[in-house]
C-alpha cells in the first residue's frame, strides 16, 4: 500500500503543480511546452516535435476578470482558462492549441489573452464520410506546419508515428488501469483514481506510462476484496472540484468505468494501424462515439452508456453535467428516455468549476443511495 501510496502522490503533484512541471520538462529536455486546449487534439503532433502538450482544464478558481471577455452563460472550463491565461499563468508555454467543436471554444480562440501563439484548427462534424478524412489531414498539416514554425522544428513522419505507438501505449495502459480501479474499489477510491486520469494530461506519455504499469503491478499484488458499498458509471467532461469525489468517498460510491471527456473517452480507441500517421490520426476522430461534441446522428451514447452499467454491474449511471454546456445538454433528454425504457437509475449532479458550496451535491447523491 506504501508504494501505491506513493505513485499516487507522485502523480498528484504532477496535477496539483503544473507550472513545476513545465519547469522540469524544460530544464530536463531544454524544449517546452505547448498547451492543448479541451477536447480533443492530435497531441502526437506535438509530442513528435519534442514538446509536452499540456492540457487546460482550468482550475477551481473565482472568475472576475473573464467576465469582460466572455458571457456569463460561458462554461467554467473556459471561464477559469480565461482568467487564468489574463493572470499570467499560461505565459510560459510557447503556443495553444485549439480545438473549436463547440460555440464557446470558438469564441476563447478569437480572444486568446495570453502571450502564447494560438493555433486553431476545425474537426469535421459529417466524420463518416471519407472526405472528412481528408480535410482534417489538410487541418492537421496545416498545423503541423505552423508549429514547425513557431517552434523551429522539424516534425517527420516517423516521428509522428514513433509518438503515435507512445500514446497507443499509454491508451492500453490507461484502459487496464480503469478496469482494474473498478475491480479494487477498497483500493483506488474515486479521488485516487481522478488523479492517475488527470496526471497524464501534464506529463510525457511515456513517463505516465510507465508510473500507471508501475501502480498496476502493485495493486495486483494484492487481493480482490468485497465491495460493501455502491458502484456508478460517470458521464460528462468532468468530474471536478476534487470536493465532488470526496463526496463519492464518503458515501462509498465506487466509479467502476466513466464515459467522461477529460478521463477515458482520450484513451477509448486506439490510433488505427496504416502507412500515413496523419491520416491515421484522422481516423481516430472518424472512429470516436458517444460523444456530444462529435457529431453522432445515431445517438449511440445512450445504448453505449447502458451496455457499460450491464458490464461493470454498475448500480446507476451519473450524469455529471457541466453548466452552460449545451451539446451536452443537447444530448442528456435523448439517452436519460432510453434509461427510463432500459430500467437503468441514474442521477444528474451539476458540475461547475467555480462551486464552492457543495451542500445540493451532497443532497442528490445521498437521495441516490438511499434509493439503492
Known amino acids: 500500500m506504501n508504494k501505491i501510496n506513493e505513485i499516487i502522490n507522485l502523480l498528484d503533484e504532477v496535477s496539483k503543480d503544473p507550472k513545476l512541471t513545465v519547469k522540469k520538462y524544460k530544464e530536463k529536455t531544454g524544449k517546452g511546452v505547448v498547451g492543448v486546449m479541451p477536447l480533443y487534439a492530435p497531441e502526437e503532433i506535438i509530442h513528435a516535435?519534442?514538446?509536452?502538450?499540456?492540457?487546460?482544464?482550468?482550475?477551481q478558481k473565482?472568475?472576475?476578470?473573464?467576465?469582460i471577455y466572455l458571457p456569463p452563460f460561458a462554461c467554467s472550463?473556459?471561464?477559469?482558462?480565461?482568467e487564468l491565461q489574463i493572470e499570467g499563468a499560461y505565459d510560459d508555454l510557447d503556443a495553444v492549441?485549439?480545438?473549436?467543436?463547440?460555440?464557446?471554444?470558438?469564441?476563447?480562440?478569437?480572444?486568446?489573452?495570453?502571450?502564447?501563439?494560438?493555433?486553431?484548427?476545425?474537426?469535421?462534424?459529417?466524420?463518416?464520410?471519407?472526405?472528412?478524412?481528408?480535410?482534417?489531414?489538410?487541418?492537421?498539416?496545416?498545423?503541423?506546419?505552423?508549429?514547425?514554425?513557431?517552434?523551429?522544428?522539424?516534425i517527420s513522419d516517423e516521428s509522428i508515428t514513433n509518438s503515435i505507438e507512445i500514446y497507443n501505449e499509454n491508451r492500453k495502459?490507461?484502459?487496464?488501469?480503469?478496469?482494474?480501479?473498478?475491480?479494487?474499489?477498497?483500493?483506488?477510491?474515486?479521488?485516487?483514481?481522478?488523479?492517475?486520469?488527470?496526471?497524464?494530461?501534464?506529463?510525457?506519455k511515456s513517463e505516465?506510462?510507465?508510473?500507471?504499469?508501475?501502480?498496476?503491478?502493485?495493486?495486483?499484488?494484492?487481493?480482490?476484496?468485497?465491495?460493501?458499498?455502491?458502484?456508478?458509471?460517470?458521464?460528462?467532461?468532468?468530474?471536478?472540484?476534487?470536493?465532488?469525489?470526496q463526496i463519492f468517498k464518503d458515501k462509498k460510491i465506487a466509479i467502476v468505468a466513466d464515459d467522461l471527456a477529460q478521463e477515458s473517452r482520450q484513451f477509448r480507441h486506439d490510433v488505427p494501424e496504416g502507412d500515413q500517421p496523419l491520416l491515421r490520426l484522422a481516423k481516430l476522430w472518424q472512429n470516436l462515439e458517444g460523444c456530444a461534441l462529435a457529431t453522432d446522428t445515431k445517438k449511440l451514447r445512450g445504448q453505449m452508456l447502458i451496455d457499460m452499467a450491464k458490464k461493470y454491474n454498475a448500480d446507476a449511471v451519473l450524469i455529471c453535467m457541466m453548466k452552460f454546456c449545451d451539446p451536452e445538454e443537447f444530448d442528456y433528454p435523448v439517452y436519460y428516455r432510453e434509461f427510463q425504457e432500459a430500467g437503468i437509475k441514474n442521477l444528474l449532479i451539476e458540475i461547475d468549476l467555480e462551486m464552492t458550496a457543495f451542500e445540493q451535491t451532497n443532497t442528490r447523491l445521498q437521495t441516490l443511495v438511499e434509493t439503492l
Not at 109 to 126: A, C, D, E, L, R
Not at 217 to 245: C, F, H, N, Q, R
Request: net charge positive; glycine share 4%.
Open 62 to 67: 473565482e472568475v472576475s476578470k473573464a467576465r
Open 49 to 59: 516535435a519534442g514538446f509536452l502538450p499540456m492540457g487546460l482544464w482550468g482550475a
Open 97 to 154: 492549441v485549439f480545438s473549436v467543436p463547440c460555440d464557446t471554444l470558438k469564441c476563447m480562440s478569437q480572444k486568446w489573452k495570453g502571450k502564447s501563439p494560438v493555433i486553431v484548427f476545425t474537426h469535421p462534424q459529417n466524420r463518416k464520410l471519407e472526405s472528412a478524412n481528408k480535410f482534417l489531414v489538410t487541418e492537421y498539416e496545416i498545423l503541423k506546419d505552423k508549429l514547425e514554425k513557431i517552434l523551429n522544428v522539424k
Open 77 to 82: 472550463i473556459m471561464q477559469t482558462n480565461m
Open 173 to 204: 495502459v490507461m484502459r487496464e488501469f480503469s478496469d482494474l480501479a473498478g475491480q479494487y474499489p477498497n483500493i483506488i477510491d474515486p479521488i485516487q483514481r481522478h488523479i492517475v486520469f488527470k496526471s497524464r494530461w501534464f506529463m510525457e
Open 208 to 245: 505516465h506510462t510507465k508510473l500507471v504499469k508501475e501502480l498496476i503491478s502493485e495493486i495486483k499484488k494484492l487481493p480482490i476484496e468485497e465491495w460493501d458499498g455502491y458502484k456508478v458509471i460517470a458521464t460528462g467532461i468532468m468530474i471536478e472540484p476534487e470536493e465532488i469525489l
